[in-house]
């Protein structure tokens, strides 16, 4: 089979494309032929050997992965060959706390850009039946962390108002995850092509924040000066003041994966008397993985991938990555 | 004006449509212009005079109207003249708690079945933009009654799946709600004809009761042996053990009401082996409500209403009631 | 090593304690040697054949141990040799809602009253270090359930009343736990002498239900008319009827364990207007047992044991256990 | 009687004792005759003139009161002459959702320093059995602060570990209220004398901020490497960042009142890897006031007063007040 590695710290040139023996599951292992791998924002710090990652070179990275069951070890009894699975981000985080055992899958555990990989049958899920491995593999990561945000700790119901700030993987989730819980979305944007595209997708307003920079006020005004229930901040700095300003009484602002600032300024007063709850989300636990999956089978979802890049295009999907996607990248693997 | 009140014990027979002088609002209070009222099984009770109703003779009943603010006290800071609003099914419960000093307007406090009513300001919500009067007037003791057993308590998501007894209209709000939230829906039901309509209106499936009189196993079967996530208990006695076997682990019951029968029989072993977590739900409170009112905005719920009476036909509303009838029965009211 | 074995159906008579040879661990398993175990009413059942136990003749009952780690697998990481530990009571009930494969120690997989017994080591936590082995043996089901109950779901808090009914193990736990969160406690008892000893813990109040049959009124005038906050419904029947009306407006009622009768009888109105909150409670997962654990050794909490028996005399305490016991009768094992 | 009011903006010595008569109160409201007042940092804002205060020159400061009812308007239910009262510090927040109604009593509303005063009956609650009015003034601002952090919103239990910064009136509420629930608790300061004072109180640890400036590492290691649970957070500034490097996984963070400084620093990092949970805190609503007196007259709590003034000495509280205080400080007012 063929695997990706990163073979040097430094960034894509490092990236190889190797050959390797298919791997043997062990006794509660399962083997994956992989069909479809999505990246995340995280991958080029992986790819540059800088996300923490204390794996030896040569390893492979990637963490979202959709595929089929290939083989089971003796003792798995959660899977069948030939079943459709995703695997989980957080190899250990079963449901309730984080334990500090858990470790991510392409980041301190090798990933999973290959064609074939192997994974306890603890971490991984049944796919969705009504998305293919393309639009499946984008859930671990990105669709798991807004799921997470927004219902498993956010308890979003209709008739809310939910702020994401631009158009990435975890942004697009989230407006369609608020959308099929009956809320309202607001999206933010530097763009207008890409808040005419947010429209598309049922996104209730668009703010543009090259025209509309105090992005707080337009949150007020399109609530009746009520402020939203939830914001996703994407962005940090000083942005959260104004997520703070944008807010209702009691709303809650999740803090989501790597911001783009280093620290985030939180100004005092409006912190005691707007009342938030403001917490970081780091993914979530596999229950909640699972709920995520009955939901998109239920409500139809169907996640908005920017592009599939074949398997050996994967230089070029990264470039495109640093250039900013709206929503999901792939890259198909098949065997 | 004209009000309808009842001059005797007894049931419909001591109705009587009686002409009255406009009332007055005080300082903290409003005059609502009433454009309809929806009807509730416990107005049966209340027109018999057996709901603990303790005002004396004769009294107007009726406990949920919709209507347009015609003046208010000097001290109303809430409402302004030509406002459309609906009233609380409890007056006194705002948020929290419910606090013993809460009143049922048409039970100890008297009714809305009357051209005009005057209301504490505390006692009214603004109604939703999208419904008209006919349609609104069924939100207050109906609608905020699932949707406190659904949203408030029971915190529903996308994927779950709800059960509920029947097409009454706490039933049907709790499936177009449930939908609303992402969730499926199964109904069951004696009636196939009702089974059909329930599924126009988005139910995932019916359960006929007369062919598959162990519903139970039914839900089991459509939910791979999942079980329930929420169960609306709408008939007692021997059904709650059924409930206890159609729900998931740690799942949800929502007593509702007035069931039909004076006792229900909660089976020991199951109780302890599955978690149920059983709840009484009373109605709920004013910010439940306000919260449903966007919600029926933002989603565009249109409440089922089986069928509308003049005002001076309600004792043919209360016959249809007696029947029963799928979703909620109306009274047109107008000035 | 010496272990007791039921060797057929049909009661204590058929208690064998018999030699067997150590067992070695495997990779993720720990041998412990055990210092004590503490019975439940439960065991009367299990070792008549009788509790859902599919295990074939011979096997070991009992479900709670206290024992020190002898040797570890090679893959042990949670636990050292020469560690103090007690068994969770559940086999696979980590954190969150409970696994379907989930399976208790002592039920559906073989019991602990042995010298020696093998255990995975997710299936234990670190003893609390305040307490010896007899004392500790008793948290895995009577005080994990207490807890759960009171604590994880309930999140009872300084103020509150509590009422525990009875006197058994999980009422004392009940008992002190509240008592440790600042709550008052009422008992129920049928024996003077018990209320007098449960005074001696703490207890706020005692009601004799010989001479105070109507125990709900009696704690409705106890809470100046504003009734119970939490109650452990620990009798069936009727009485959850008398728990209903001894209820505060949306209070709690858990539901706990092997209650005396097959069904209990819960009746609608009260149902509907005290918005009771009743929970069935399966003992807990192992993060509610580590946070009991930190609870005992920070609060100082000593369990109460009615008697401890010698190993070879298991049947003697089976049969205070079939008599009834204050709080929790402890079999000392030692190696 | 006598009243203390402010001329002019500017500070201490612009505070009045003035004569005045003696308010009578309107149906809705009672007369307390005002026992003592405690006082809070934030009045050193609002006698300045700058704490938001929008009322006309001359008006009386002061949020805390503890009195006796005197008189009752005609539709008073909820007290009775001769009752023992406190007053709650928001105006119009009973229970549930903040309402953007309320209003600050000593704020936006005048305040109690007086020796009568008219309350809405909604704005009072029964003051503690166990307390005499010196003591009971402490509770509407800094006890209630306390306990809802902790308690309504933190739902603290047993075993945990709770971090208060310095030793001002929320922070020894703070203290005695965790210990309450069975909690530890670890109390940072710059004073040798006063971390010997906590001990006395009950306090497990303390850390000197002078020889301990990293005090987030000796948190850490007082809990063995786990974190604590819940951290006031009372200085802002760089210090939100020490306070996440020693929180738990998915601990949470009580951000309180007037912080000293205008912004936090929230490092982004800490905020993803962590999933803390900071919520700012506003005092809290009546029904959790009702809660605590009830936990004060269960438990025994005995608030910390540094100092009692008598009425004409407030000008030398507000001096000691500056200085900083250990607890509260008080000033006895009396008819």
């Known amino acids: 089979m063929r ?16 050959e390797a023996s298919v791997p043997t599951p062990g006794p509660h292992e399962i083997l994956v032929r992989v069909g479809a791998v999505s ?9 540059a ?14 963490s979202d992965l959709a595929g089929v069951v290939a083989a089971t070890g003796s ?3 959660r899977f069948r060959e030939g079943d459709d699975v995703l695997n989980t981000f957080w190899a250990g985080w079963l449901d309730g706390d984080w334990p500090s055992h858990a470790r991510v899958i392409g980041g301190a555990l ?25 639009a499946a593999s984008t859930l671990p990561c990105a669709g798991v962390t807004a799921w997470f945000a927004l219902i498993e700790q956010g308890a979003l119901h209709a008739g809310q108002t939910v702020v994401v700030q631009g158009t990435g993987g975890v942004a697009l989730f989230g407006l369609q995850l608020a959308r099929a819980h009956g809320a309202q979305v607001i999206v ?5 092509e890409k808040l005419r595209r947010v429209r598309e997708l049922g996104a209730t307003h668009g703010i543009d924040r090259t ?8 949150v007020r005004e399109l609530t009746q000066g009520r402020g939203a229930d939830h914001i996703f901040e994407l962005a940090g700095g000083d942005n959260l003041g104004a997520s703070l300003r944008a807010l209702r009484q009691g709303g809650r602002i999740s803090l989501i994966g790597l911001l783009d600032q280093p620290n985030m300024t939180l100004p005092s007063i409006p912190s005691f008397l707007t009342r938030p709850v403001i917490q970081g989300i780091g993914v979530g636990h596999r229950r909640a993985f699972e709920a995520l999956v009955r939901a998109v089978d239920v409500v139809g979802i169907k996640p908005v991938v920017d592009e599939v890049y074949a ?9 495109h990555l640093e250039r900013g996607a709206f929503g999901k990248l792939v890259v198909k693997v098949g065997a």
Chains 1, 2, 3, 4 share one sequence.
Do not use: C, M
């Open 3 to 18: 695997q990706w590695v990163v073979t040097a710290p430094g960034g894509a040139q490092h990236l190889k494309l190797e």
């Open 39 to 47: 990246l995340n924002y995280r991958d080029i710090d992986v790819i």
């Open 49 to 62: 050997g800088g996300h923490g990652v204390s794996l030896p070179f040569p390893y492979t990275p990637g």
């Open 75 to 77: 003792s798995v009894t």
């Open 110 to 134: 090798p990933g999973v850009l290959a064609q074939y990989v192997v994974l306890h049958e603890d971490w991984a899920v049944h796919a969705p039946r009504t998305l293919d491995a393309v």
């Open 188 to 192: 933010t944007s530097s763009s207008d």
């Open 211 to 218: 025209t509309d920079p105090d992005w707080d006020r337009v």
């Open 311 to 319: 398997f050996d295009a994967l230089p070029q999907a990264v470039a």
